[in-house]
């Protein structure tokens, strides 16, 4: 296990490397550039021009949104660039009503081979009503546009955001090294579909704290090939909670490793602290593992681990190949809305080992809760309730 100690030094670390760049920067008000804060007149050329003017400069810049709404289309900012870019946002960012518009890219707003980029406040909104009708209508829907994403990107910060109703995705994370999201607010319905709050792959030494997560899917999702991963003080709900996975999508897979999900509040989710694999064959893996001081409020699944993931579109029902191991539970307490509090469903080709149950109390306040084990092991320590099955 990765000690605690260590994740505080890297929170530390992370966050100060990052603002170690800062300077007098130059301001550039995307006003200047003829965007419009009327959230009727496209500004996406206006805010590109703003973007190539600090990507230009020989100084840290700063791009000023101000009061207002500006209306963006699906928008790429380039890099790399010469110096430290800020993007401060005192007003609101608003993708187009008609969900079309956008294409089929899967984006809206994309940083993409950018280096010490910062984002700080605002509102950005991706009207995802009418996207999410046309989903559950079962009609040809265009890829379902993330609102915003940071690709192949490194020295990240997102403080004090708010994104609002994404199509899919709220904020994503794809093959980056030191990232920050701090202070954010992300709200979607709870019926919203696909709709997670922070998804992360590919990634390393990403740090996630003080963020209040409202969503129609994982509040936050780890996927394949993420590793060093610090989540804390998250409250989250309603939703799916915090996931890893799901893995074992492929056969030739990279795994996660060296996570950590702290200090957070789950209310009415429907899942907890969750690892999920296919069942389907994989060389794909999870481990080192922590979950702890965790509050579960009326979680129907606070800690479950499911290799048999699968949807109404696929549902494989082979052996999963994922490993998971040297996963940790410790201090987590509440209450379960199912009687099953802790449920391992690992694989019967590779199952579940290194379990570690420490302080757990969790209550069914209907009735008698309880605990399921397949192919799982590992070990307990001090009181665990319901009892367990390992």
Not at 172 to 185: F, G, P, R
Not at 236 to 250: E, K, N, R, V
Not at 285 to 291: L, S, T, V
Not at 336 to 361: E, H, R, T, Y
């Amino acid at each position: 296990m990765v000690h605690k100690k260590n994740h505080i030094i890297f929170l530390f670390l992370a966050t100060l490397n990052i603002f170690l760049k800062t300077s007098n920067a130059a301001s550039i008000n995307v006003v200047s550039f003829g965007a419009k804060s009327d959230g009727k007149q496209d500004s996406s050329i206006p805010f590109l021009r703003a973007w190539s003017s600090a990507c230009k400069s020989n100084e840290a810049s700063t791009i000023y949104v101000p009061v207002g709404s500006f209306l963006l289309k699906q928008v790429t900012f380039w890099g790399p660039c010469i110096n430290k870019i800020d993007f401060k946002i005192d007003g609101s960012i608003v993708a187009p009503s008609n969900y079309g518009s956008l294409g089929n890219s899967g984006y809206w707003i994309l940083f993409m081979k950018v280096n010490w980029v910062s984002i700080f406040g605002g509102t950005i909104d991706g009207k995802g009503a009418g996207y999410w009708r046309c989903r559950k209508a079962g009609k040809r829907c265009p890829n379902g546009a993330r609102s915003i994403s940071f690709s192949w990107s490194n020295n990240i910060v997102v403080s004090g955001l708010t994104s609002l109703n994404s199509k899919e995705i709220h904020i994503a994370v794809d093959h980056c090294k030191n990232v920050v999201i701090k202070d954010v607010k992300i709200r979607a319905p709870s019926r919203s579909p696909n709709t997670d709050g922070i998804n992360v792959q590919f990634s390393t030494q990403v740090t996630i704290s003080h963020a209040t997560i409202m969503t129609g899917d994982d509040c936050i999702s780890i996927n394949q090939g993420t590793t060093h991963v610090w989540i804390q003080r998250i409250a989250c709900g309603p939703g799916h909670g915090i996931s890893i996975g799901s893995l074992g999508a492929y056969s030739n897979e990279a795994g996660v490793e060296n996570v950590t999900v702290t200090d957070s509040v789950f209310t009415k989710t429907e899942n907890g602290v969750r690892i999920k694999s296919w069942a389907k064959p994989s060389n794909g893996y999870a481990r080192n593992i922590e979950f702890r001081n965790l509050i579960m409020q009326n979680v129907y699944n606070p800690i479950i681990i499911d290799q048999r993931y699968c949807t109404k579109r696929e549902c494989p029902h082979k052996s999963s190949g994922v490993k998971i191991s040297s996963v940790s539970y410790e201090h987590i307490k509440g209450t379960s809305a199912s009687p099953v509090a802790i449920k391992f469903d690992c694989s019967q080709s590779n199952p579940c080992w290194g379990l570690k149950l420490q302080d757990i109390n969790l209550v069914y306040p209907k009735g008698s809760q309880t605990s399921s084990c397949t192919n799982a092991g590992g070990s307990i320590s001090g009181v665990v309730n319901p009892k367990s099955c390992l």
